[in-house]
């Protein structure tokens, strides 16, 4: 295989592929390409969770603002006391 999905959150993309993988292109596009073939990508890049899934997700990128938010305050907190 040429793709990891590490989190059990990607189950539905694993299956897709799965299906990708075994119908091909869909028959109205016979011509279509499926681009990320075309290169193998680097370890970086398949363990990326923000650009993979974060940045995706309704739910773990209003976490991930709420944390910002969250360090923002605490580091204003500390320079405020100083």
């Not at 028959?27 to 899934?53: G, I, N, T």
Request: with cysteine.
């Amino acid at each position: 295989r040429r793709y990891t999905m590490p989190a059990s959150a990607d189950t539905f993309v694993k299956a897709f592929r799965r299906w990708f993988d075994s119908a091909g292109p869909p028959p109205h596009a016979p011509f279509a390409v499926d681009e990320h073939r075309a290169r193998v990508p680097s370890k970086a890049e398949l363990l990326d969770r923000r650009s993979q899934h974060t940045a995706h997700c309704k739910s773990c990128s209003g976490a991930l603002k709420n944390a910002e938010r969250i360090r923002r305050l605490c580091r204003f907190s500390v320079l405020a006391g100083l």
